[in-house]
């Protein structure tokens, strides 16, 4: 255990983005939201017209500024981030909507405009596996090579079953494939899963987990299910009831998928953030600091650390 906490600089039992942006740049770097001014397959028709059921009209860019002009958006987001965290190292983040859905050359002009601005040390593009074409790959690798890439994917769950149920639009073997092609390039890949998705069991959950650690992918992000207002698992909710998960659930699968995961790998998130005056439900996930505070302290409980079960993991 000692071993392992020796190396977070942040004493957490866990590898956090802070800890891996610090050792690479020696101080600390924040995430610029930035709305490229993108639409998602998933909700323009091409694949659906109603999108992920827990999406809403923002495309889970909640807290993305939606003014498209990515120069003001920047100098907009830096003033506001050196005020608030005191850094000036920034990573440009295209977070809303599915940010590699447009030809490769209308990608370079939204993501230049961030690079080459001095104090952007990196990019993160949010994004579906099935939205990639050969000549995007091939972009996003020698984009690679001029600035710290990573690419998001929005995996949610392994679980096919429910992946239809929440229209996720795409099989398992397109995000495998998708996966691979990033990989062979050595472009860094962070998956999202959420926890607590309709009819889904502790076993569900910790699958999609094991999954994820074994495609020794560079980070991860969990959220937890909440319910805003303006999705339509809103109003799925409110046709189904299905169980959502308390807080106590869901801190214990976070522990415990934590233990599952490679050491290595990095942990961007461990909750969901919810927009509080559209939340409905659970009334717990608009407090993100006490439920990372709770996860730390049962991790302690437990005495678990990331990498505790990762051998474990074949079961
Ligand atoms: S892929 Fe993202 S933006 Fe598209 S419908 Fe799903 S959650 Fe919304």
Redesign the pocket.
């Known amino acids: 255990m000692n071993n392992m906490r020796g190396k977070m600089l942040s004493g957490k039992r866990y590898n956090t983005l802070n800890d891996e942006l610090f050792r690479k740049f020696g101080e600390k770097v924040s995430k610029i939201a930035i709305d490229g001014g993108f639409t998602?397959?998933?909700?323009d028709g091409t694949i659906s017209s109603y999108?992920?059921l827990?999406?809403n009209e923002k495309?889970?860019g909640d807290f993305s500024s939606a003014l498209y002009d990515i120069d003001k958006e920047i100098n907009n987001q830096i003033k506001i981030n050196q005020r608030k965290w005191n850094t000036n190292k920034f990573i440009a983040y295209f977070q809303?909507?599915?940010n590699t859905y447009a030809d490769v050359e209308t990608l370079k002009k939204k993501y230049e405009i961030c690079i080459t601005r001095e104090n952007v040390v990196g990019l993160a593009v949010a994004t579906?596996p099935d939205s990639f074409t050969e000549e995007i790959y091939d972009y996003l690798e020698e984009l690679n090579d001029r600035t710290f890439l990573w690419v998001e994917l929005?995996l949610q769950t392994v679980n096919e079953d429910t992946s239809k149920l929440i229209n996720?639009?795409y099989n398992l073997d397109v995000y495998e494939e998708c996966i691979s092609e990033l990989k062979k390039r050595n472009i860094k890949v962070v998956t999202h899963l959420i926890f607590g998705l309709p009819y889904e069991d502790k076993t569900d959950m910790l699958n999609s987990v094991k999954f994820v650690a074994n495609t020794n992918t560079w980070g991860i992000k969990f959220h937890s299910l909440y319910i805003q207002t303006d999705s339509r698992l809103y109003d799925y909710y409110i046709a189904n009831q299905f169980k959502l998960l308390t807080k106590e659930e869901y801190v214990d699968i976070v522990a415990l998928a934590i233990s599952y995961l490679p050491k290595e790998m990095v942990i961007h998130r461990l909750t969901g953030d919810a927009n509080k005056k559209l939340l409905f439900k659970p009334e717990w996930c608009s407090d993100k600091l006490s439920v990372i505070s709770s996860i730390d302290k049962r991790l302690k409980e437990l005495d678990l650390y990331q990498g505790f079960n990762y051998n474990n993991n074949m079961e």
Do not use: E, Q, W
């Open positions: 998602c397959p998933n909700r999108g992920c827990f999406c495309g889970s809303a909507f599915t579906r929005g996720r639009g």
